[in-house]
Nanobody, 126 residues
């Protein structure tokens, strides 16, 4: 079992930056894939990006590529999402998620993830 807790959400102006964190606990992370998703009311959860915990390799959705960066701190068991050049369309609840040991880095299907945080709201105001 992996427990995930997000933090760092808030309100930011268009063009601004925000950094989200996801604290993992429980099962030791090895070859897990950890991802970020976002969701707005009435829409399905949207893949943002993911990182392979063991190697630090990343994969991003085209909609945020070049603006968002995922990283992880193995010592602190924390994954981060650095969001720059934010747009109003980035407004959503952001979730971190983890697969069981293994999984595909490029799989954007939320059903492929087994563990989820509670979500943190990000609002980009114009």
């Amino acid at each position: 079992q992996v427990q995930l807790v997000e933090s760092g959400g808030g309100t930011v102006q268009v063009g601004g930056s925000l950094r989200l964190s996801c604290q993992a606990s429980g099962e030791t992370l090895g070859h897990h894939v950890m991802g970020w998703f976002r969701q707005t009311p009435g829409k399905e959860r949207e893949f943002v990006g993911a990182i392979r915990w063991s190697f630090g390799t990343t994969h991003y959705a085209d909609t945020i590529k070049g603006r968002f960066t995922i990283s992880r701190d193995i010592a602190k068991n924390t994954m981060s999402l650095q969001m720059d050049s934010l747009k109003p369309d980035d407004t959503a609840v952001y979730y971190c998620a983890a697969t069981t040991n293994g999984g595909s880095l490029t799989d954007a299907n939320s059903r492929s993830y087994d563990y989820w945080g509670q979500g943190t709201q990000v609002t980009v105001s114009s």
